[in-house]
């Protein structure tokens, strides 16, 4: 089946695998993709069950609508496959979510650079390291299990993840699973030929790009790689060109490098990527070691300047993630808050479940639970317990405008300031 759907407390979430995009519906529409039948009588389907909740010309419409996308034919024939979930009441009489949308995996933490920024501490492992990562048998059941939950976005990243022994098979198991796949690469290992020789499709591959030059490569990334950076990045463009994959720069924004960024827009520019997404730096791992990196609050209200203006002279997509504040035409946290934990999740290499890769810096608190040890499922549900659906926003968020979207911010910087999930994003300048 084209679509596959999961139902949700407020109705379901479809998934259209040749899209590749989520599509949500409210209860009476998911109600009305559940009664269709082929052949059906259809004005008998609505005297019967509907019409006491809508208009005949509603119902009517809304037919239309999943016909023109597919979903259903002229016959009435549903295009889609509605999963199970044994655990369905709960989540329904807890009104959460059942499981995330997006998944974060993090597949090794061997990676050839030593970023002074890098979250992860990743660089090169040794043996024992290794093998205490998840193995590429775990990761592939893991794969299903995230189909068979419903989740399709999956983003692939480390370490490097291009190191990850069987990195193509597990590419290929996500594109059986017809997922929206991402991978995160700072492009400098040698088998970049190997993937494009594959008939492998993703959808978006985000590059790290944090220098645009030799010397400000090898003082920000530990290595100078950035010869093999620039030949994997004219290999890239030619993937680019015959798949019309979504190529994404990256920028970890630290307290000196955003300096550069004028020369990064127009290397973005040449290279012509389609998007560039901001980082700022957070104090996690290798950061740690660099509190003169860190960017104050005044760099902050800086950079967002220098974005918001380079975002008028550009085609370029820009975003600047996990700022507290209405960027440019994306609410940044789409009206669910923040969503780490509930609608994205991050599997580190060694296994466990976290709400996003920063909360490794406290993994001993904040692991859900590890998949060596237990399925995702179970994991899950015993998530919905814990803290984190139980944050109170901050009284002092009450007044502000963009509540709708950010809704307090990041409960990462939040709990890394004040030990606490819900307050007010520390980042944040509204007064
Ligand atoms: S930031 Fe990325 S490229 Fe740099 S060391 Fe970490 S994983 Fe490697
Ligand atoms: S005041 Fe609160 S809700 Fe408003 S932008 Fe800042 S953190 Fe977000």
């Known amino acids: 089946m084209r679509f596959i759907g999961r139902i949700e407390y407020f ?3 479809i998934y259209d695998t040749e899209r590749k995009e989520y599509i949500p519906i409210d209860k009476d529409g998911t109600n009305i993709v559940l009664n269709i039948k082929p052949n059906i009588d259809i004005d008998s389907l609505y005297y019967k069950y509907f019409s006491h909740r809508f208009s005949y010309l509603n119902f009517k419409s809304f037919l239309q609508l999943i016909q023109s996308i597919e979903m259903i034919d002229k016959n009435y024939n549903t295009n ?10 709960f989540y329904i009489n807890n009104r959460v979510i059942s499981s995330p949308i997006k998944f974060h995996i993090a597949l090794t933490y061997e990676c050839p650079l ?12 040794t043996p024992t390291e290794l093998n205490e990562e998840l193995s590429p048998e775990r990761i592939l059941e893991f794969l299903d299990e995230l189909r068979n939950s419903g989740i399709f976005y999956v983003s692939f990243g480390g370490g490097e993840p291009f190191l990850k022994k069987d990195f193509l098979k597990i590419l290929k ?3 059986q699973n017809k997922m929206n796949i991402s991978i995160s690469t700072s492009l400098t290992t040698q088998n970049i030929e190997e993937f494009l020789k594959e008939n492998i499709t993703v959808q978006e591959i985000k590059i ?3 220098a645009v030059n030799s010397k400000e490569y090898t003082n920000s990334r530990g290595r100078n790689l950035f010869a ?23 920028f970890v924004l630290n307290k000196y490098n955003y300096t550069y960024l004028p020369s990064f827009l127009k290397f973005a520019e040449e290279f012509e990527a389609d998007g560039i997404i901001f980082y700022p730096i957070y104090s996690v791992g290798r950061a740690e070691e660099h509190p003169e990196l860190i960017l104050s609050n005044q760099d902050i209200e800086k950079i967002t300047r220098i974005i918001t203006n380079m975002k008028e002279r550009t085609k370029i997509d820009i975003d600047f993630f996990g700022i507290p504040l209405k960027f440019g035409k994306n609410g940044l946290y789409e009206n669910f808050g923040c969503g780490c934990g509930k609608i994205t999740a991050y599997l580190s290499a060694t296994g466990d479940i976290l709400p996003s890769g920063m909360f490794l810096k406290y993994k001993d608190k904040f692991s859900l639970g590890n998949i060596k040890e237990k399925k995702f499922k179970q994991i899950w549900k015993e998530n919905i317990q814990k803290e984190i659906y139980t944050i109170q926003k901050d009284i002092k968020c009450n007044e502000c405008i963009y509540l ?6 990041c409960i990462f910087r939040s709990f890394d300031k004040y030990q606490k999930l819900g307050y007010k994003d520390p980042t944040c300048n509204i007064k």
């Open 11 to 13: 109705g379901s979430l």
């Open 80 to 89: 889609v496959e509605f999963l199970t979930n044994q655990d369905l009441e």
């Open 114 to 125: 030593r970023c002074r920024h890098c979250f992860s501490n990743s660089g090169r492992r």
């Open 173 to 175: 198991k996500a594109n």
């Open 208 to 210: 790290s790009v944090e």
């Open 228 to 250: 093999q950076f620039k030949k994997n990045l004219a290999l890239i463009n030619e993937y680019k060109k015959q798949t019309k994959c979504y190529i994404r720069f990256s």
């Open 404 to 409: 709708e979207e950010c809704r307090g911010g």
